[in-house]
T-cell receptor
Framework: AQSVTQLDSQVPVFEEAPVELRCNYSSSVSVYLFWYVQYPNQGLQLLLKYLSGSTLVKGINGFEAEFNKSQTSFHLRKPSVHISDTAEYFCAVELVNNAGNMLTFGGGTRLMVKP | EPEVTQTPSHQVTQMGQEVILRCVPISNHLYFYWYRQILGQKVEFLVSFYNNEISEKSEIFDDQFSVERPDGSNFTLKIRSTKLEDSAMYFC???????????FGQGTRLTVV
């Protein structure tokens, strides 16, 4: 079975500083990779996804992530964060050829941007 | 912008009671899902639904759970006899097709007392 580990439950960072949120996964078969963001009192919103092709994926709000197959990682980065980026971030995987869109989520990382 | 709508936002129910959580997916979407998140734990997949039948379900989705699309617009999750451990945030989601973006609703917080 596949699993997703987000090593940091909370990441405090100052505004305009860079940030990296780490995500590692394990799976015996190929996976698709996703990052979702959850703002307070809202649902999950897709930030970006990796299905195939270039391992560097750009998403909304200036975020990007890099798929590293050898390290089974899909870390999320932003060069300069804003207060409005304060939210919970979830990494998720889905097995390739799984028709049910069954996402397996990590435990989430709370990004706290301080002024 | 189209969105997935869930009602109610918060429901409190007594143990053993039946509860129905409601969702209105985005209108042109064909795939529907329920996920849940117990407080402090991961978001977990429950079930996916396509063409009026379940396409995938997790071990959590036992006989106490059922899903239905009763009228072509609503997508419901029923829990027949709630247990304390069913207390969680339940998220509905929909997508046009697999591997495209799944749009999530804001969630229904279910509290079983």
């Amino acid at each position: 079975a596949q699993s997703v580990t987000q090593l940091d439950s909370q990441v405090p960072v100052f505004e305009e500083a860079p940030v990296e949120l780490r995500c590692n996964y394990s799976s015996s078969v190929s996976v698709y990779l996703f990052w979702y963001v959850q703002y307070p009192n809202q649902g999950l919103q897709l930030l970006l996804k990796y299905l195939s092709g270039s391992t560097l994926v750009k998403g909304i709000n200036g975020f990007e992530a890099e798929f590293n197959k050898s390290q089974t990682s899909f870390h999320l980065r932003k060069p300069s964060v804003h207060i409005s980026d304060t939210a919970e971030y979830f990494c998720a995987v889905e097995l390739v050829n799984n028709a049910g869109n069954m996402l397996t989520f990590g435990g989430g990382t709370r990004l706290m941007v301080k002024p | 912008e189209p969105e997935v709508t869930q009602t109610p936002s918060h429901q409190v129910t007594q143990m053993g009671q039946e509860v129905i959580l409601r969702c209105v997916p985005i209108s042109n979407h064909l795939y529907f899902y329920w996920y849940r998140q117990i407080l402090g734990q991961k978001v977990e997949f429950l079930v996916s639904f396509y063409n009026n039948e379940i396409s995938e379900k997790s071990e959590i989705f036992d006989d106490q759970f059922s899903v239905e699309r009763p009228d072509g617009s609503n997508f419901t999750l029923k829990i027949r006899s709630t247990k304390l451990e069913d207390s969680a945030m339940y998220f509905c989601a929909s997508s046009e097709r697999p591997y495209t973006e799944a749009f999530f609703g804001q969630g229904t917080r279910l509290t079983v007392v």
